[in-house]
């Protein structure tokens, strides 16, 4: 049996790792670039690496955010001196 505790997230077709994303896995960056992510995931995203201070760049290009789930994570990581954030190139269909 388990502990009960979420530990992955499927809302666009790609489970989200949430201990990464929240820093109970400790990693210092994450590629979920072309994972086909829409703005639900997005928001989830968002909530977890805002309070996550290990992690110090994220790579979520080639997803389907669109515009309002862009901003959900910029607002997350805004004035995190040293973050790298990838979320320019937006994938098609």
């Given amino acids: 049996r388990g502990n009960g ?15 990464k994303l929240r820093g109970t896995d400790p990693v210092a960056s994450l590629d979920l ?3 086909h992510l829409g703005p ?10 805002e309070g996550n201070a290990v ?6 290009r080639w997803n389907k955010l669109g515009d ?3 901003g959900v994570i910029r ?5 995190r001196v040293g973050f ?5 190139v937006s994938a098609r269909n």
């Fill in 5 to 19: 505790v979420l530990t992955k997230l499927n809302l666009d077709g790609h489970a989200l790792e949430l201990p």
């Fill in 33 to 35: 670039s072309g994972k």
């Fill in 40 to 49: 639900a995931s997005a928001v989830v995203i968002a909530s977890l690496i």
């Fill in 55 to 60: 992690l110090k760049s994220i790579d979520l």
């Fill in 68 to 70: 309002e789930g862009k």
């Fill in 75 to 79: 607002e997350a990581v805004i004035g």
């Fill in 84 to 88: 790298e954030l990838e979320i320019g």
